[in-house]
């Protein structure tokens, strides 16, 4: 059996959910894409290719790896794109919670079964259907939950809008010890520096106490500065709207000290190391076409 056990973003990761790239299919036509990033790379030729993806993430891999991170990965669906697996289904406490995602990547939680076979079936979460949720919003941060949101009368018209206030609910009786803080998010289905696709794509907490942080996508600007205050100013990396659209605050902590970052974060790494962090840089260029990058293609199971 599978023992859950998250309850924050950095502490020392034991077992982790993997995204494979193999068999990920053609590339999609520009009406069936999710976000504008992707449509952005399919309009001018830059669509990432299958080869390039699966090396990019057998590099995450092999950090996993190096720091004795147990690894397990979706069964393979033909054709069909599995990378990101933060958004199928994420762990708080002892809990697993299955997304209610795109109707059309259902299929991507049942590549997952064998997995879920191996965990308490009353551990395991079903939200009613009326509740959108995928786990790029979802944020455990030891007795805060973070959630990003969109709020607008207009939800229904963003392809780009993932987590409703319905969810926000089902979270807050869920876990009714916890604070469950939500954030509303700019989006946009034709503009991705315009865009924080999820909360991850504009956030991210460190140890040490550090976060990353993008001011732009945030609609409340009450929200954004009670989330930098949490923190303590002197304690967020501010990225840029350049930085944030290539994904800069999409790393991932293996550790409260160890971070794995894309290699082109020039700025962004210096900083880290600079705060004491152990760096460990991964080429995932190719795969941040997709409006996703270390996080979204991750889902940790179990940290001490």
């Not at 708080?92 to 991507?108: A, C, G, T, V």
């Not at 089902?170 to 604070?179: H, I, S, V």
Request: hydrophobic share 35%; proline share 4%.
């Amino acid at each position: 059996m599978i023992n859950l056990n998250i309850t924050n973003e950095t502490s020392r990761l034991r077992s982790v959910v993997l995204g494979i790239a193999n068999s990920n299919g053609a590339i999609p036509k520009l009406e069936d894409t999710y976000d504008p990033k992707s449509a952005e790379h399919i309009k001018s030729g830059t669509y990432p290719k299958e080869t390039d993806m699966v090396k990019e993430i057998e590099s995450l891999y092999q950090v996993f790896k190096k720091y004795d991170v147990k690894v397990y990965r979706p069964d393979k669906i033909i054709g069909y794109n599995q990378i990101f697996s933060r958004d199928i289904a994420f762990v708080i406490d002892d809990k697993m919670i299955i997304s209610n995602i795109l109707p059309n990547r259902d299929k991507e939680i049942e590549a997952i079964q064998y997995l879920c076979s191996q965990i308490d079936e009353n551990k395991i979460i079903f939200l009613p259907k009326e509740a959108h949720i995928e786990g790029g919003d979802v944020m455990p941060w030891n007795d805060y939950i973070f959630v990003g949101t969109y709020r607008g009368n207009d939800y229904e018209d963003f392809i780009t809008a993932r987590t409703n206030m319905i969810a926000v609910k089902c979270l807050e009786d869920l876990f009714p010890t916890k604070k469950i803080v939500s954030f509303n998010l700019r989006k946009s289905n034709t503009i991705a520096r315009d865009n924080a696709l999820h909360l991850d794509c504009c956030f991210q907490p460190l140890g040490k106490g550090k976060c990353i942080i993008h001011k732009e996508v945030f609609l409340e600007q009450e929200e954004y500065e009670w989330l930098t205050n949490f923190f303590g100013k002197e304690n967020c990396f501010h990225i840029t709207k350049d930085e944030m659209y290539h994904m800069n605050s999409n790393i991932f902590s293996i550790s409260p000290e160890i971070i794995i970052s894309e290699r082109s974060f020039i700025r962004l790494n210096s900083w880290l190391r600079s705060q004491g962090f152990i760096v460990e840089e991964v080429s995932y260029g190719e795969i941040s076409k997709q409006e996703g990058l270390l996080r979204c293609s991750t889902m940790p199971l179990v940290r001490d």
